[in-house]
Nanobody, 123 residues
C-alpha cells in the first residue's frame, strides 16, 4: 500500500514558477513509476509527466514540454514537478500517482493516487 500526499500548490502570476512535491509512504516507493496529472474545472483529468522508478526515463505532455521537469528522490520517497513559465491554462488540481505497470500518457496502471494540490495561474 502506498499513500501519496501532494504539496506546493498555490497562486502564481503568469510566467512564474512553482515546485510541487509528492511524498509517498511505504518502503516500496523506489519500485514504482510515478506520474503527475492535472484536472482543470469542468475538464477531464489529463497526463502531465511520468518518471520511471530509476529516473532513467521521463515523458511529458506536449503542452508542458520544455517548461515542466519531473524528478524523484527515492531516498526521500518524494517525486517533484518543477513548473516554470506558467500559463493561465496550467490552472488545475495537480495529482501524483504511482504504478508498477503503467501505460505512459494515460491513467491506466496507476494504482495509487494522492488527493491533489491546487495550482492557480493568474494572467
Amino acid at each position: 500500500q502506498v499513500q501519496l500526499v501532494e504539496s506546493g500548490g498555490g497562486l502564481v502570476q503568469a510566467g512564474g514558477s512553482l515546485r510541487l512535491s509528492c511524498l509517498a509512504s511505504g518502503r516500496t516507493f523506489s519500485t514504482y513509476g510515478m506520474g503527475w496529472f492535472r484536472q482543470a474545472a469542468g475538464k477531464e483529468r489529463e497526463f502531465v509527466a511520468h518518471i520511471s522508478w530509476s529516473s532513467g526515463y521521463t515523458r511529458y505532455a506536449d503542452s508542458v514540454k520544455g517548461r515542466f521537469t519531473i524528478s524523484r528522490d527515492n531516498a526521500k520517497n518524494t517525486v517533484y514537478l518543477q513548473m516554470s513559465s506558467l500559463k493561465p491554462e496550467d490552472t488545475a488540481v495537480y495529482y501524483c500517482a504511482a504504478g508498477r505497470q503503467v501505460t505512459i500518457s494515460t491513467m491506466r496502471g496507476y494504482d495509487y493516487w494522492g488527493r491533489g494540490t491546487q495550482v492557480t495561474v493568474s494572467s
